[in-house]
Structure formats: C-alpha cells, structure tokens
C-alpha cells in the first residue's frame, strides 16, 4: 500500500506557535499533496509538491519532501484558532496506480486562544 | 463558482433500505472520485470517473455498492440493500485538469453523512 501515515495524531497548541506535522509513505509519488478538514466539512487542498522538489511555500504554509527517506512535514507558522482542523497527506503515483490519490490518517490540530 | 454539491447532506435509514447519493461536479471537470470516510479506516477512495466512464471500482466494498455517472454534470452511488457497517461520510470530489498524468488537485463537496440503523 501506498498509504501515507501522519504524525502526530492529535498536536494541541497555543495560538501563534508554529505546529509541525509529519507523513511517511512505503512507495515512489509523483506528487504529495496536502488537505485540511475542518469539522463537518470536505476536505480543501492545502499545498501540491512534486516528487523532484524539496520545499514549497504558500502563506503560512511550508511543505517540504525528502523522497530518499519517504517523508514530508507541513509546517504552519504563527498558528492561528482558526487552523484548528484535521490535515490529510495524500499520495499520487499515476503510472501504477492512475489517478487516485491515496490518503493518511490525518493529524487533528487543535489551536488554543 | 458552485464547487462540487452533493445530496442529501443527511441521510437516516433502516437496514435493508436502498440508499442513493448524489453528486454535481464542477463543471468542465473530467474527472470524478467517491470516497468514504469512517473513524476506523479514514478516507477511502471507492471509484472514480474519467468523462463518464468508470476507470477504477477496486474500491467498492461488494456488490451492494454500485455508482453511475449517466452525465458530465451528475453521478449516483447507490447502496441497496443498506447495512448499519455502510455508515459513514460519503464525499464527492472532481478534478479538472485534462490529459494526463493528472497531479492536480481534488475539489471536494460537503459530503453525506448517512446512518443505517
């Protein structure tokens, strides 16, 4: 499987600290992507880094991916309440498995004001 | 822009009920996945459509299970009969970008909550 696994599970902190969260995956990707659910809702893409990219930006948002140890943190800076949610790593390998994306577990954050 | 809307957002049923969902993607988009999301096994791709056509069904847990795509603008998944172990939330998702290997990414509605009890 291809699944990818989050890290933590659940991270509580105090608004305006930074939370890191973690995903490993057992095969090649094309692409790692990123996905937050708040509660009750779909999920939104966050964040797309291609497999020959290291780092990726977007706001608060900083993606990086180290394909030789299968992995790929999410950090958000200056966290805020409103991020509280649960965020999904999803892996994309088109060429064995088409165009599916296959998700983790998740990390449900929660943002303390 | 509508995004991806899904029905019923709700949905209570008795076992042995049929059950149908249904989803409008984003128009122009090309493709179409079901998912299922349980506390138990996460998110869980059951099929997915490429302009109509069902590409990958590996996903559907039995024969209870069917989807169509009749249309670009509509889908169903359909359960029949329902069991209590199908509760769950059933989200629709579309992807727009056309030709492949598609890396793009996935647009999802608000889901169904369905309960069989």
């Known amino acids: 499987s291809q699944q990818g696994e989050e890290d933590p599970q659940a991270l509580s902190i105090q608004e305006g600290e930074n939370a890191t969260m973690n995903c490993s995956y057992k095969?090649?990707?094309?692409?790692l992507q990123w996905y937050r659910q708040n509660s009750g809702r779909g999920l939104v893409h966050l964040i797309l880094?291609?497999?020959?990219?290291r780092e990726k930006h977007s706001g608060r948002l900083r993606v990086t991916l180290d394909t030789s140890k299968k992995s790929s943190s999410l950090l958000i800076t200056a966290s805020r309440a409103a991020d509280t949610a649960s965020y999904f790593c999803a892996t994309h390998r088109w060429r064995e498995y088409g165009n599916k994306l296959v998700f983790g577990a998740g990390t449900i954050l929660r943002v303390k004001s | 822009d509508a995004g991806v809307i899904q029905s019923p957002r709700h949905e209570v049923t008795e076992m042995g009920q049929e059950v149908t969902l249904r989803c409008k993607p984003i128009s122009g988009h090309d493709y179409l996945f079901w998912y299922r999301q349980t506390m138990m096994r996460g998110l869980e791709l059951l099929i997915y459509?490429?302009?109509?056509?069902?590409?990958?069904d590996s996903g559907m847990p039995e024969d209870r299970f069917s989807a169509k795509m009749p249309n670009a603008s509509f889908s169903t998944l359909k359960i029949q009969p329902s069991e209590p172990r199908d509760s769950a939330v059933y989200f629709c998702a579309s992807s727009g970008l056309a030709g492949g290997p598609h890396t793009g990414e996935l647009f999802f509605g608000e889901g169904s909550r369905l309960t069989v009890l």
């Open positions: 459509f490429n302009n109509n056509v069902p590409i990958d």
């Open positions: 095969t090649s990707i094309n692409n």
């Open positions: 880094i291609r497999s020959n990219e």
